[in-house]
């Protein structure tokens, strides 16, 4: 379950932030998830779950932001927001060249 290791690492980050901030707790984390990061909402949230476990995040709020790729269509050529890898969302051709797929990115964290 690569969704675990993900999670891992974001809490790590989260950790690293909110210490830096001298904050007591973790109360809210915002992931960016990307369209073509293979990852499933269900297993993120408890993957999550467990990656906080003794951190400042234990027991936080999770907030999932889906964040489409960042792709080129050689058909329309122009750049496009890809939910997927083999379609294009604006023709439909399968000329898509994925520019930019994130996975996960701790995009903000609510601390107190
Ligand atoms: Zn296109």
Redesign the pocket.
Known sequence: MHELSLCLNAVEIIEQQARKNGAQRVTGVWLEVGALACVEESALRFGFSIACRETLAQDCELHIIHKPAQAW??????A?AAERYDE??????P??HIAQNEGVQVKSIEVE
């Open positions: 269509c050689w058909t329309c050529s122009q496009v294009c969302p604006l023709c439909h051709c000329t898509l």
